[in-house]
């Protein structure tokens, strides 16, 4: 019985994430009329490339593409400098205050953010509807999953090391430069993987900071799910899906080498 559970647990994962993919690409090759009632049956007559080319062209995913993307690197790039850098002095530290300051760094993980005071604050500043606003929403949301694996990453590494390199006048910055951040890099890759991952999927905070006012892959397929194009076009819709996935493959691929490392040293130790 013991020599199934690996099986049975491995088929079952197959099938949870194997299933939905092949009805995402499956309904995506598809003509309008096979695909207005979307199944895992195979099309007829692959319509994959030309169904991608026309949402490209007549679905405005070049602007929404960027719009994503000015959004998504600067936020991954200035969470894992400020997470990686305040996590590696709440692990290095131990005292009441940093006690304290560690618990209300991760509090993001289990405190949804007020929307509407958000929504009003940014008003406030001149910041709703912006890039600065939302890029801003975002690291006050998703700072404090960086700073909870990086945290416990960090306190797997002998201090031995960091103190061989101030032995040798190493400041703190030269210090977290040459010495801390390369070894983060497992744990860094896990973590650009998930704020990827909920940045670039997220339709609720943009659409309610900067709806209407810039594009980006998600708005964009909301906004236009019901116009002509994809009127009862799931062809078209399931595309647009697809296109939107690839970047995040991308990611995945280029970081699935560091991301279980990552995930079992900072998350369970």
Partial sequence: MSRLQPWFASVLSLLLLGLPLWLVVATAGKSQSEALTP????????????????????????????????????????????????????????????????????????????????????????????????????????????????????????????????????????????VVLPMLRPVLATVTILVCLYVWNDVFYAFFVVGGRMDTLPLNLFQVASAGLYLNNWHLIFAYVALMSVPLVVVLAVAQRQLISGITSGAVK
């Fill in 39 to 178: 199944d895992l049956s195979p099309p007829s007559s692959w319509q994959l490339l030309p169904n991608l080319g026309q949402v490209w062209t007549e679905g405005r995913v070049p602007s929404a593409l960027l719009g994503s993307l000015l959004i998504v690197v600067p936020t991954v790039l200035i969470a894992l400098v400020v997470g990686s850098m305040a996590a590696w002095v709440l692990a290095r530290r131990s005292s009441r205050l940093i006690a304290v300051c560690y618990a209300f760094a991760i509090s993001g993980i289990v405190l949804p953010p007020a929307v509407v005071t958000v929504v009003l604050l940014l008003r406030q500043l001149g910041l709703a509807g912006t890039a600065v606003g939302m890029i801003g929403v975002y690291l006050g949301i998703y700072l404090s999953t960086v700073i909870f694996f990086v945290t416990g990453f960090v306190r797997t590494i002998p201090t031995s090391i960091e103190e061989a390199a101030r032995i040798d006048g190493a400041g703190p910055m030269l210090v977290f430069r040459r």
